[in-house]
């Protein structure tokens, strides 16, 4: 697939979900959206970039700490979403941009703070993604990267991905720690911290707000009955498919 029709298979995919991604509890809470209310506090008079923001809910909570936020997204009906629930809260430091993550429309060293929270899984090239950043990042800047991560064992991850993919076609990969860590060196960042955590996703929910076709459901819960005592064991997989998945946030800087 060429990024450009990767592109446009995203923001089909997301454009009409855009609600339900606003009120989906997996998205608007979370340990790592309080710790990066915790970590954020530090930059009161940041200039942020939240990338793939999504509903905004990484947005919403920076801008309760920093200066300026940029919610930046693929969808404008995502974007579009951001700024209503952004006025409706009252955060007027936010502003929208539409784009990809692989081609960011600022200049150089304008950033004090890049984030990104479940998004990553679907940019077509996140090396890209992430020389980007090092471009938009001012010296001594940081990147905060949360999402969900592949256990990195072979089978456990071909069985993630496959169930991520039949979930949602604009699926890319999730990556594990280590190729985390390879891709951020590889984009001449430094990593600082990295903290794993494991997400209980309901099954009915997770399917719903990707608006999943009924055929790739079964599909999934057809490839969940199969799995070995070992994946079933490690993702804690229900009766009713609902599992548990691992979660990475992984905080790096640019060389100052």
């Excluded at 998205?27 to 942020?48: I, K, N």
């Excluded at 990707?210 to 229900?238: C, G, H, N, W």
Aim: with cysteine; charged share 20%; proline share 2%.
């Amino acid at each position: 697939m060429t990024t450009r029709s990767h592109h446009d298979n995203v923001e089909k995919q997301f454009g009409s979900q855009a609600n339900a991604y606003l009120t989906s509890a997996v998205h608007a809470s979370g340990r790592d959206l309080q710790r990066l209310a915790e970590r954020l506090s530090a930059f009161p008079l940041a200039r942020v970039l939240d990338m793939g923001c999504g509903a905004g809910h990484a947005s919403f909570v920076a801008a309760q700490h920093v200066k300026q936020v940029v919610a930046y997204d693929l969808s404008s009906q995502m974007l579009e979403v951001v700024s209503e629930a952004a006025k409706d809260r009252g955060l007027e430091n936010i502003v929208t941009q539409q784009g990809y993550a692989e081609s960011l429309p600022f200049e150089d060293d304008v950033f004090d703070v890049v984030i990104s929270r479940y998004s990553a899984h679907h940019w077509h090239d996140v090396g890209s993604a992430l020389r980007e950043v090092n471009r938009v990042l001012k010296s001594g800047g940081v990147l905060i990267v949360m999402d969900v991560m592949s256990p990195g064992h072979p089978v456990r991850d071909i069985w993630l991905q496959t169930v991520e993919a039949l979930r949602d076609t604009s699926h890319v990969r999730n990556y594990s720690s280590g190729e985390w860590l390879s891709l951020i060196n590889n984009a001449n960042l430094i990593a600082d911290t990295l903290l794993t955590d494991r997400l209980p996703l309901e099954f009915s929910s997770w399917v719903a707000r990707m608006r999943t076709p009924a055929a790739l459901s079964d599909a999934i819960r057809v490839y969940q009955q199969s799995a070995s005592a070992e994946v079933k064991t490690y993702f804690a997989l229900q009766e009713d498919g609902s599992f548990t998945s691992d979660t990475i946030m992984v905080e790096a800087h640019k060389a100052g």
